[in-house]
């Protein structure tokens, strides 16, 4: 069945550094892919999201892009800062599947000033 | 503009007593409606979800229930809880399908049992 993978945490970055959240799915057909965050003690917003091969979503400075061909999504941000430190879900939707999204496990996040 | 809503924040309750939780939806009409837990170490779990009043679907088999009285209402429920079903509870809704449109989540509630 559909599945996501994502990088075990927590990753601890200073700031300004680099970040990348590695994100591989499983998908029977072409899923929408999103990354949502959740800031200490929230519920989880939308960071991003893609619809189809080769989109590139971004927000805040974040970025993740649609891979078909390696099944991926890997969140990115050139350049981190504290308010960065949250939880982020790789998560996908296959319009195949049902009406419902599959998350990952989640990756926390902190930033170190 | 829409808003989620759940309630309570908090809540402790035995092992062996029943649980309801309650998530409201407002600003919108018929709603797609989800119920998810997060425990730690485990990520985020699909518990149910509701295309419409009275349809409900479950995803794991559980001892909980989800019941859809009200169009922008989803209730979670128990008769009798667990240890293992400490958590967090986070209600969610979408607009339409879930592959086109964002999921809104409301803020959780973390439910420990004793």
């Known amino acids: 069945g559909d599945s996501v993978t994502q990088m075990e945490g927590p990753v601890t970055l200073s700031e300004e550094a680099c970040l990348t959240i590695?994100?591989?799915?499983?998908?029977?057909?072409?899923?929408?892919l999103f990354w949502y965050v959740q800031y200490p003690g929230e519920g989880l917003q939308l960071l991003l999201k893609?619809?189809?091969?080769?989109d590139k979503g971004s927000n805040k400075g974040f970025e993740a892009t649609y891979r078909k061909e390696t099944t991926s999504f890997h969140l990115e941000k050139g350049s981190v800062q504290v308010s960065d430190s949250a939880v982020y879900f790789c998560?996908?939707?296959?319009?195949?599947?049902?009406?419902?999204?599959?998350f990952g496990k989640g990756t926390r996040l902190h930033i170190l000033p | 503009s829409q808003t989620i809503h759940q309630w309570p924040a908090t809540l402790v309750q035995p092992v062996g007593s029943p649980l309801s939780l309650e998530c409201t939806v407002e600003?919108?009409?018929?709603?797609?409606l989800y119920w998810y837990r997060q425990a730690a170490g485990r990520g985020l779990q699909l518990l149910f979800y509701?295309?419409?009043?009275?349809?409900i679907s479950s995803e794991v088999p559980q001892n909980l229930s989800a019941s859809r009285p009200q169009d922008r209402q989803f209730i979670l429920s128990s008769k009798k809880l667990l240890l293992s079903d400490s958590g967090f509870y986070l209600c969610?809704?979408?607009?339409?399908?879930?592959?086109?449109?964002?999921?809104?989540f409301g803020p959780g509630t973390r439910l420990t049992v004793l």
């Open positions: 969610a809704w979408s607009e339409g399908l879930a592959h086109d449109n964002e999921q809104f």
């Open positions: 590695n994100c591989t799915y499983t998908a029977t057909g072409y899923p929408s």
């Open positions: 893609a619809t189809k091969a080769d």
């Open positions: 998560a996908l939707s296959d319009p195949n599947r049902d009406d419902k999204i599959i």
């Open positions: 600003g919108t009409s018929n709603p797609n």
């Open positions: 509701s295309v419409g009043i009275g349809q």
